[in-house]
């Protein structure tokens, strides 16, 4: 049925106080969870997301993503920084959370929605390995764009020339992160 349909169906069974998000093919880091709910509970916080590593198919790393400390509506609309294997969220805004079906992007159209009425505090710590896979639809850049323009247009309300503008910026943001991360992971090793 989908991703959307199915973790629409996992929120609704749900029944834990916090809900997290795994895709199969990415991993847990080991004290990711208990990490992530006892930083949430000492902070009252309602939203969080982490750092992750990109992994390749042989699970070596092939890039870091760093989180931003706080997550506006506003810094969202230029580039989705959250790996949603990363999210956890309180389960008293669970009548919120919806993912929209779309074949990407789902998961950002959900992350603009809340962050109009709680912030999204970014965890600096590596608690997520996300998975790179070669002809899966998130590394499908014209299915992105696509989705992208659908994003603004359809779900925000943007006309289509300030919609096909926003996805512009999107993809010229995400290039630069990515050349950004690539020159300070290199770097580092």
């Known amino acids: 049925m989908g991703v959307?349909?199915?973790r629409n169906k996992g929120i609704k069974i749900s029944k834990g106080g916090f809900i997290a998000f795994l895709d199969a093919d990415d991993v847990w880091k080991k004290n990711k969870l208990s990490y992530q709910l006892k930083y949430m509970l000492k902070n009252n916080l309602n939203i969080t997301h982490t750092n992750y590593n990109i992994i390749n198919e042989k699970n070596k790393i092939i890039r870091n993503m760093?989180?931003?400390k706080d997550l506006t509506y506003k810094k969202l609309l230029n580039s989705c920084d959250i790996g949603l294997s990363t999210v956890m969220i309180n389960s008293k805004i669970k009548k919120l959370l919806k993912f929209e079906r779309?074949?990407?992007k789902e998961d950002y159209i959900?992350?603009?929605t809340l962050s109009k009425k709680y912030k999204i505090i970014g965890i600096?710590?590596?608690l997520t390995n996300w998975r790179s896979v070669k002809n899966s639809l998130s590394s499908s850049s014209i299915q992105k764009f696509k989705d992208g323009y659908t994003v603004y247009n359809n779900y925000l309300g943007e006309s289509k020339v300030i919609?096909?503008?926003r996805v512009l910026n999107l993809s010229v943001n995400f290039?630069?992160?990515l050349f950004k991360q690539k020159f300070i992971f290199s770097s580092i090793r």
Do not use: H
Request: glycine share 0%; net charge positive; aromatic share 28%.
């Open 163 to 165: 919609s096909f503008f």
């Open 102 to 104: 779309i074949k990407t």
């Open 110 to 112: 959900l992350w603009l």
């Open 66 to 68: 760093k989180v931003t």
């Open 175 to 177: 290039v630069f992160k």
């Open 4 to 6: 959307s349909f199915s």
């Open 124 to 126: 600096n710590k590596y």
